[in-house]
């Protein structure tokens, strides 16, 4: 059997890490009860991983640590035959054997075990459907809007959710209250427990934002050494804003969101939002005053207005949805 080529290697050396499901070592311990062969396998795979389990010198000097290995394999085919391990087999195959041990010797000197079989997984937009969510391991979702890149950890999930992304994409994440879900963009990260919200983090913006639908998110903004230096907590509806010029948070309210979106965009969009938020941002932004019939007020609209609408047409098109009528009484427009 060829040890190089034996798929069950990353099992075997994640059981001996400790870190295998319950499910894998089922899967292994079937396997080992397969035959004497599987099983003198792994007895060989354990020894050899045994040999190598010293303190390596910041030098790694791979003859000497062969040498080494070379040496208690000698000792231990001096101690009583109740030893496990088949020691002709090992004697016999002591160059494969060697080999192996000089691979996880310099493995270890590179840092690849330090966190076993670590490396990250990225998903770029360019290489994914616009209109299919990318799923995560936990469940969680991105939708690409335009260019953008998330990566995340071969091990996400299992200790911590936390992603790198890049550009615009809207989230959606299964609720974990012991994994808090964490995007990490340069030096801020974006927290959450499960929500859904759109994150443009642009490369070369003047400015990253998040908008929150549903939820809550924490933004932060963290130095080099992952030190807090500013936090906040948007609610639905609201904006979180990190000027990169300036280094610093701010939340924008629904209102000023919509302001925002009309003065850049020049077009005003509710998305089946109730008609007393939409009231709401008419006032802030046409700086007036509505009457809204409170039974209507829980009412929910889907309607898009462009910079070309009076406030008139605007307030005249939500009551004729609703069949209602505008009056206007000293200034303050009535709907009824």
Known sequence: MNLANCKYDELIMSYLEGRCSSEEAIGLLSWLAESESHRAYFDSFKEVWDLTAFSLPEQVDVDAALDAVSAKIDAIEEQPATKTIAMPWLRMNYKLVSGLAAAVI?????????????????????????????????????????????????????????????????FDVVKNAEKPFVVHCGNVDVEVLGTTFLLDATKNA?????????????????????????????????RGVFDFTENTLRTLSYPQVKQEELATDHVLDFNDVELAT??????????????????????????RFTDNDSVDEVIETIATVFDLEVSLDKGVYVIR
Do not use: C, H
């Not at 934002?209 to 080099?224: A, Q």
């Not at 009231?279 to 809204?292: A, G, K, M, P, Q």
């Open 206 to 238: 003047s400015r990253l934002t998040v908008d929150l639908y549903t939820g809550k998110v924490r933004m932060t903004i963290v130095d080099k050494k992952d030190n807090v230096l500013e936090s906040i907590e948007l609610q639905p509806g609201e």
């Open 106 to 170: 310099i493995a270890l000197f590179l840092g690849f075990l330090v966190k076993p079989w670590g490396g990250t997984v990225s998903m770029a937009s360019s290489e994914w459907s616009a209109e299919t969510p990318y799923l995560l391991p936990d469940g969680s979702s991105v939708t690409f809007k335009g260019d953008a890149e998330i990566a995340y950890a071969k091990q996400y999930g299992k200790t911590e959710r936390s992603v790198d992304f890049e550009g615009i994409g809207y």
């Open 278 to 303: 939409i009231v709401e941002t008419l006032e802030y932004i046409f700086d007036i005053e509505i009457d809204l019939l409170e039974s209507y007020s829980e009412e929910k609209l889907t309607v």
